[in-house]
């Protein structure tokens, strides 16, 4: 709503309608803000956490460092991958993004950005990303970024997100695909390794992602998102929380055999037995009647991928 002004306004009236000009914002700022709303569209926090899995994969694929060229290639084309199927998704999801708590202050939601808008950049990032890895990698790791932006946002995010439980489960398959990318752009193929440590990130999805679901339930229930924590008792959820997060463990141990030196093999058996020790406590808390702190898992979660890749990186030079 908008105030009229009084043609006998006073002097201090006249003062504060001055400051109101003087508080709009100016041309440079309007910038700034279409810039920082169109790098929200991207979750860069998922595109971070996408990369530090991926780049690791990489030296381990290459056995030391990498060519420069291809590793910029793919952490470029990878960043615009996975911002192009962050984009995309906030465009499916605008009409539930608006009734979560939790995603309330994105662009779509606060008009910062047009849902056309959206859709365009989404689409133009994300065929950049195609173009760019085709051309300075190979066909096969382009085939799979094109791959993990469509499954993501068809059969993810249109199909599967609102319509069942096991959306989480399933969607771990786009969120896993970076490494095979990454391992495909510096070898042209694949083999039992990069499918190795594709398990390990996915089988790390349903535990991180239940966690923080476990903390939003009633955001999701509101929006009519059937995520498991909201159509499941919190025992199940607990419970399928720690089945994951065993294979998670077990999937990071069998990579040492395969491909690592001890360096690797004994620090997937120390984050992994710390995050077991966090889960069964999380489980067990929660037997009790005591009060649990779901996030303090999700959290973790990433310290613990982020600490395993760091591990395998360094790895591949020993």
């Known amino acids: 709503m908008s105030t009229v002004a009084d043609p006998d306004t006073s002097a201090a009236g006249a003062a504060t309608a001055e400051s109101a000009q003087a508080a709009l914002p100016t041309g440079r700022s309007r910038i700034g803000a279409v810039v920082k709303a169109y790098v929200a569209l991207t979750k860069p926090r998922i595109v971070e956490l996408l990369l530090i899995t991926t780049v690791p994969t990489m030296f381990l694929a290459a056995r030391g460092l990498p060519s420069i060229v291809t590793m910029l290639v793919v952490v470029v084309g990878g960043a615009l991958a996975a911002g192009s199927a962050n984009a995309l998704n906030c465009y499916i999801d605008r009409d539930i993004d608006q009734v979560m708590r939790r995603t309330s202050t994105r662009p779509l939601v606060r008009h910062t950005v047009s849902p056309r808008a959206a859709l365009v950049f989404g689409l133009v990032i994300g065929v950049l990303s195609v173009v760019l890895i085709a051309a300075f990698t190979n066909l096969l790791a382009a085939g799979l970024t094109l791959a993990s932006i469509v499954y993501y946002d068809v059969v993810y995010t249109l199909l599967l997100k609102r319509r069942t439980a096991a959306s989480t489960f399933w ?143 360094v790895d591949a030079f020993l």
């Open 171 to 313: 969607g771990g398959i786009c969120g896993s695909a970076p490494v095979l990318i990454g391992w495909a752009a510096v070898t042209g193929g694949l083999g039992w390794t990069p499918w190795m440590v594709f398990a390990v990130v996915f089988f790390w999805q349903p535990p991180h992602f239940w966690a923080l679901a476990i903390k939003f339930k009633k955001d999701y229930a509101a929006a009519g998102v059937p995520m498991l924590p909201v159509v499941a008792s919190l025992r199940r959820v607990l419970a399928e929380t720690i089945a994951y997060s065993w294979l998670m463990v077990a999937a990071s141990v069998a990579v040492w055999p395969l491909a690592t030196t001890p360096v690797y093999g004994i620090a997937a058996i120390v984050l992994g037995a710390l995050f077991l020790v966090e889960v069964h406590r999380l489980y067990w808390r929660h037997q009790r009647g005591q009060k649990i702190k779901p996030m303090y898992l999700f959290h973790w979660s990433i310290t613990y991928l982020t600490l395993l890749f760091v591990a395998l990186a």
